[in-house]
């Protein structure tokens, strides 16, 4: 390690803080003629505020919710500021993450939101949904060595999960084929979108012709706030599937807090999962006191450290070769 990163490492976070805003004032003109990749995609938890913002239900908390919508452009705004690149991007990055889900879910939806926009969050998905798009500015040169000179898709998609061909009876082999898909929608993915074309006649004539495409994702990953018993089965059925109809590809879960048993995941299809705040959920009876809420943030951030390891977890499927069968007579072993 280099004295300037061994001086890095040592920032405290006010002074990391204070450096990451220099940076952003500093690269307003570089970001403006070269913007980051992740600029182009989908704003997901953007959408779920203005979503939100349209819900009658949350017409109190219409002022909360435009506070939120400028606090999200202040922390997209810093993240796509950053000049930094691998371990340091990836702490500076956690950093603003821990910045404004703490303002967001404590101190505005925990301290001034309606009851409605208390109870609701989840189903709003304006808690997990940070994280959703948060993830895909992981998937960045900067961060990530060795990515595809083509645009991977990121982020949450409707992923394939498997194909079966259904004809309704002998005479039907002769018309357009019956084709049963089963997808699922995913919270993080990293794939591509494949486009399809079967028929059962040689020159595909239309009428006997069925096409079409889908996201097949190669790396997926749940993204849970509290994470119990039954949402791990749930994983555990997804990540079967998942490799039923891609066997090369990886399935992660990443929670913030853990309301069961850690599971030993060799068991199931999982690949692993990533503790972000390293921390148990609240007892039931301190859930709703903002008290506890607010010191439960503090004590327990999402960690740069468990990010980094799923990062690796990425960078290392990225490295590998997934199948090569001259690679067996080397190894001596067909895995």
Known sequence: MTEEENEEESLSEDELLEKLSQDETETQAAIT???HLERLLSAIHKEKIIAALGNPKANADIE????????YEYWIKSLNSLRSTGEERIREMTLLLNQYKDYLEVDLIAAKGSPFLKRQKGQLKLD?????EFLIHLVHPSIIDNLPNFDLETGPQTA????AFRPSNISNLNNKPEIIFKVKDQDFTIGKTIHYKFSSDSNFERSKTVGGKFHLAVLAAECKVNYDKTMFQECAGTASRLKHGCPIAKYFALIEYLDMQPEDVRLTDIDNVFLL???????????SVLSEVKEQHKNFPI???VISKFVNEIQNFIDASWYDPEEAIKRGSFL
């Open 64 to 71: 909360l919710l435009n506070e939120a919508l400028s606090a």
């Open 160 to 163: 394939f999960m498997s194909l």
């Open 303 to 305: 960690q740069a450290e």
């Open 33 to 35: 003629d070269e913007p």
């Open 128 to 132: 997990n949904s940070v994280m959703e």
């Open 277 to 287: 705040r390293k921390a148990k959920r609240l007892p039931f009876e301190k859930r």
